[in-house]
Each structure stands twice: as C-alpha cells, then as structure tokens.
C-alpha cells in the first residue's frame, strides 16, 4: 500500500468536531466548493441545544452552502460573529443588513491577516479528501 493509507488522518463525525469549538473561539471555515455545509449544519444544531456556546468569531471566504447560510439563523445567529473576507450569495443580504461583517481584502492579502495576527484564529474547519480515496492508484 502507498505510505499516505498508513499515515490516515484521524476522521471525526460532523457531531464530534463541533464539540471542539468552545465559546469565544475565532474559526476559520474553508469556503467554495469545498465549503464544509454539514460541519455548519451541526454547529448550528449543536448552538440550539448548548447555551453555552456564544461570541464563536466566524471568518471564511464564499462559502457555499446553497441559499440558506445555517448560522443566520433566526434562532442561533446571535451566538456567531460572521465575517466575510470574500461574499457569496448566501451572505450577502446579511452582510447588507448588518446581520455579518465584511473586510475588504485582496484575496492574496488573506493568509497576512492570519499569519500576523492581525484576524486571531484558534481553529481552522478544512474539508478535504485523501487523493487515494479520489484515484485509487495515486497519481
């Protein structure tokens, strides 16, 4: 077997890696096609049942989640501080109407505002795939 099958990253339920953010963290969610929709969904479940969890400083960049973005809402956006560095559709009449932030930035400009410090995170959401999952074979 290729080295990568044995070096697997642990995998978690989408109900298990929401217990990891904790109230007042800042996340940065992965965004385009590989924008993690579930992950959103059950953080959003996980807000209706968990008081505890509020002031979560979300960042990410058009994410696409189809029409309805799962954390506005009406029942849970007032625990999540959004804010998009680049808007899709799904965000906009928030962003619009106050409901979400918005920083304009050069799309080259975001991994500074990372790096320095200057947009704190504490945990990165990434979806992604094993190639070997994709091309079995590997390239």
Known sequence: ???????????L?????????????AVYIHGGAATPGKFL???ADR???????????????????????PLFAED????????????GSNCRAAVNSGMADYTPVFLSDIPLLFRTG???LDVAV??????????????
């Open 76 to 87: 849970v956006s007032s625990r999540f501080c959004v804010n998009s560095l680049f808007t």
């Open 41 to 43: 969904d059950a953080l």
């Open 118 to 120: 200057n947009i704190p």
């Open 13 to 25: 339920s989408y109900e298990e890696a929401v217990q990891l953010i904790r109230p007042g963290n």
């Open 47 to 69: 807000a209706r049942t968990d008081t505890s969890l509020s002031g979560v400083q979300l960042h990410h960049i058009h994410t696409e989640t189809g029409q309805n973005y």
């Open 1 to 11: 077997p290729h080295g990568l099958n044995a070096r697997r990253p642990p995998t």
């Open 126 to 139: 990434l979806q992604v795939r094993m190639l070997t999952d994709v091309l079995p074979r590997g390239l």
